[in-house]
């Protein structure tokens, strides 16, 4: 979460880069504006999400899984396809499981070792739940045109390859 609510003004951003030699005023600005549109959108798809009971790895687990609609998949390996460890995958595994959503059945050839498929009650949340979030996703975005969609998903790509510099 970025909390900042009230940005610094343009004055600021040139004051403080009278303060900082080495600060770029219009970079600095970019990348707290970047930050501040990134953690509220996070936040609204959070609130999206709670009208459906789930969490974002609870929601990413499921659109994973029905990608492949029918085909087992094994924890770890959705673990590695959302980003988390096996360690958080296993409660979000255990919540999905208890509301229904998956179900846990065991590896045919390896008893250690268990297989996860999407249930009839996961999927018909699924599609009650996508509509519902891409018509959200069409109307954040209706304020561009396709020509600067995919601008921004080129600079977006730029941005993120600068990450590593943050660390």
């Known amino acids: ?8 003004t343009e004055e600021e951003f040139q004051s403080l ?8 005023p219009s970079s ?14 996070l936040t609204g798809f959070e609130k999206m999400l709670q009208r459906y009971g789930l969490s974002q790895g609870r ?12 085909q087992a998949m094994s924890p770890s390996v959705l673990a590695q396809k959302i980003g988390v460890t096996r ?24 008893r250690r070792k268990q297989d996860l498929l999407l249930t009839q ?16 996703l069409f109307e954040l975005m209706s304020g561009l045109t396709s020509e600067e969609e995919e601008k921004l998903v080129l600079l ?6 600068g990450i590593p510099a943050l660390t």
């Open 156 to 161: 977006l790509n730029k941005v993120a390859r």
């Open 121 to 136: 009650t996961g999927k018909t949340l699924l599609e009650s739940l996508l509509p519902d979030y891409w018509s959200r």
């Open 59 to 70: 929601f990413l687990i499921l659109v994973v899984m029905n990608r492949q609609p029918g």
């Open 1 to 8: 979460m970025f909390y900042l609510l009230d940005q610094p």
């Open 87 to 110: 360690a958080t995958m296993t409660g979000l595994i255990d919540g999905l499981v208890r509301d229904g959503y998956i179900a846990r059945d065991r590896h045919p050839s390896d």
């Open 17 to 24: 880069a009278r303060r900082y030699k080495d600060m770029e």
């Open 28 to 41: 600095v600005k970019a990348a707290v504006t970047l930050l501040k549109t990134g953690s509220d959108l």
